[in-house]
Structure formats: C-alpha cells, structure tokens
C-alpha cells in the first residue's frame, strides 16, 4: 500500500472514530412524569424533585430526560397520559400529591418501577401491600396529611374559641374523605361546637361554597388536605380574604400566599426524598424493596398580616409554637 493511500484510509477512519463512539453511548433513561394538575401550581414541588434527583448523581437534560403528563385537573385523562408512557418505554413513572395519578400508572404497568408522593395513607389507597414491605411496583412517600383535619380545626378553635360554627372543605373524590368527614366530626364533637362540611371539586364548587359558608354563618374554614385545593389555593386564600374568613390550610403555599394560618408535612421535603427514591431506581433498585418513607417533618406557619387585615389577635400560645411567622 503507497503512503499517501494508507494515509487517507487512517484519516478517514480517525473521522469516523467519534461518529461510532457516538453511536455506541447508552440512551439517557427516561422518568415519565405524570400528574393530575397543571404545572404552574406545582413548580416549587418539582424544583424540590429535581433537587433529590440531583443528590443522587441524577440532571434533568444532562443525563436523564423527563417526559411530562399533565391532566390539567381532569382525572379522566389520566389512563391515556399513563398508557403513553408506558408505550414510551419509560424507566420509571413518577406521581406527585395525586393518589389518582398513582392509580392510573398502577393500573397501565405492573413492570415498570413507580415512584409516588401522597397525602393519605398508600395502604388504605390500594397502592402498595405494606408500608415496610410495599410489594408490587410502586413506593414512594406519604405525609398522611389526611390524619391533620382533626388538628386544624383543633388549631382554629384554640385562635377562636368563642366561634360556634366551624367549616371544613372537602373533596367529594378524594379517596380519603369519608375518613376526613368522620374524624371531623368527633374532634367537633368532642370541643361541642358544629362543623359545616362542604364539598367541592370545581372553580365553581369552591365558589359555591364559599357562598353556603357565608350563608350558615361559620365562623372560620379549614381546608382537607387535597391536590385539587393546593392547585387552587390562590383562589381559596383570594375568597377567604374576600369574604373575611379566617381559614387554615395542610400547605405551607398557601400562607405564603396569604391565608392565615397552615400546618403539615413539608411538601418540599416529601418531593426531594421522591426524588432520591427515583434515582435509587433508576441505579438499579427495586421498589419492592425500598420501604415508604412517611413523612414526620410538620410546619406551623401564620399569617399575622393576615390576622391584622381580619382584625384578629393572635394568642401568645400560637406565636410560641408556630416554626414561621409572617410578619
């Protein structure tokens, strides 16, 4: 072979060299992200996943890609924006605060690894066998927000404790709401005052009930713990100030944005150890062998702008034990 020959064939084979090492590097894995709401609401709780995710080796764009599936609050959807992901061939499938997103993925795959955070008990949802040992496909994380109703109104009625009447909003469709009405009740029971339960599932339901609120003449609101009341949470606190009701929420969100006063699991935290839990299995593991981790990190948070436009005085007893005070 002449020189110049065997030249042009190495130098077209050294061209080709980062072509072929190219073609050769691995697929970067794929988390089917899927959620009942919208992802504006939401962002901060996504941040927090990316954040966990991160923790564990994992980047959005840099070596995973995320492929996400809104239901913009309607459940209905929920089945087909699972099916596509499963036809996506996903790695792992991701629900975030909606027991019903977790349903549907469950309901599409029995394969591939699901990863979830939820309010309410994750046995009682149908989710997973056991908390230690999940079984199945699915673990994740649960804040068993739906266990705090009982200590909102306990909380509303130490910030008020001449009020009579006392209302709670609930979600008609959440799983757990026949347990949240009940446990309301004996907790009103026990302090002898009433409780107006109030359904709603729509923009428009919210306003109807802020209406009947109004109406029977409750003296302060508390909101059951739900996505679909976190999404709308701008809108709850807008009404409540609206109307001049003193309202507590199970999201620190929402007194952020302005209501007077919320207690529960931090949500941010609940995202990032999902987060962590994704990138476990994406590394290899299985869920059937990672526990779920609940949630025990509670956040009291008031409002006292709030109080002051309510022309409320905020006992001293509160102030003491409250984690934030917005002043």
Not at 32 to 58: D, M, Q, T
Not at 112 to 125: K, L, S, W
Request: hydrophobic share 45%.
């Amino acid at each position: 072979m002449k020189r110049r020959e065997f030249i042009t064939l190495v130098g077209g084979a050294a061209a080709a060299w980062p072509l072929a090492a190219r073609a050769q590097q691995p697929a970067m894995p794929a988390i089917g992200f899927l959620h009942s709401g919208s992802p504006e609401p939401i962002a901060n709780r996504v941040a927090a996943f990316r954040k966990g995710l991160s923790e564990i080796g994992y980047v959005e764009d840099r070596n995973v890609t995320i492929e996400y599936r809104w239901a913009h609050n309607d459940n209905n959807r929920l089945p087909e924006l699972a099916a596509d992901l499963v036809r996506r061939q996903v790695a792992v499938i991701v629900t975030l605060g909606s027991v019903a997103a977790t349903l549907a993925a469950k309901a599409a795959t029995a394969t591939i690894p699901i990863v979830f955070q939820t309010g309410m008990d994750p046995v009682e949802a149908g989710v997973v066998s056991t908390l230690n040992r999940p079984g199945g496909n699915a673990t994740g994380v649960t804040s068993m927000n739906a266990e705090l109703p009982a200590k909102l109104l306990g909380l509303l009625h130490e910030l008020l404790p001449g009020a009579a009447c006392f209302a709670a909003l609930v979600n008609p469709n959440y799983l757990a709401t026949e347990s949240i009405v009940a446990d309301l009740r004996g907790a009103a029971a026990t302090i002898g005052r009433q409780i107006e339960v109030l359904t709603a599932s729509s923009n428009r339901d919210i306003d109807t009930a802020f209406a009947s609120l109004v109406r029977k003449g409750a003296d302060a609101l508390l909101v059951s713990p739900d996505a679909l009341f976190n999404d709308r949470r701008i809108q709850l606190v807008t009404l409540a100030a609206h109307h001049r009701v003193p309202a507590v929420y199970p999201w620190r969100e929402a007194a952020e944005a302005g209501g007077l006063m919320s207690y529960g699991t931090s949500i941010a935290n609940q995202n990032r150890q999902a987060g962590i839990y994704t990138g476990r299995v994406l590394k290899g593991e299985k869920p059937t062998d990672l526990p779920i981790v609940r949630s025990t990190n509670f956040e009291f948070l008031i409002n006292l702008q709030t109080a002051k436009v309510l022309g409320l005085e905020v006992p001293a007893t509160l102030l003491a034990r409250a984690d934030e005070v917005i002043e």
